[in-house]
């Protein structure tokens, strides 16, 4: 039987970001897989960290940065970015401009598991 999740949990996280989580841990019970709206002001960012989970996002508005050992990707409104469990990354948005994004996370997404740099 399909089951309604009628309205998302809202999970506090560092720097002023907004996680809605519609399906994971928090919200439904779910381990396997997290699946969160995120908003993001403008001038966001958050500590590095290196994930115990594959993370897909996907930009709805505006542009988020993902740094990562190697480099710097820009993902617009409209792409997609893949990180990897084990991959140090750092997500932020621009000074201008905030993001509005879709993560999903494989497993689903725990503040533990995200093994956040201390600041």
Not at 10 to 25: A, C, F, H, L, T
């Amino acid at each position: 039987m399909p089951e309604l999740i009628k309205a998302p949990t809202q999970i506090p996280v560092p720097g002023g970001k907004i996680i809605d989580e519609y399906v994971g841990r928090v919200n439904s019970g779910e381990s396997a897989v997290s699946v969160a709206k995120m908003i993001a002001p403008g001038g966001w960012t958050e500590p590095f960290q290196t994930p115990a989970f594959d993370e897909f996002t996907i930009v709805l508005r505006g542009t988020v940065r993902v740094e990562y050992d190697g480099g710097v990707v820009d993902v617009s409104a409209g792409q997609a970015v893949v990180t990897r469990a084990g991959e140090r990354i750092r997500y932020s948005t621009s000074d201008g401009e905030g993001a509005e994004y879709v993560a999903i996370c494989l497993p689903a997404f725990a503040p533990d598991l995200a093994n956040r740099d201390p600041d």
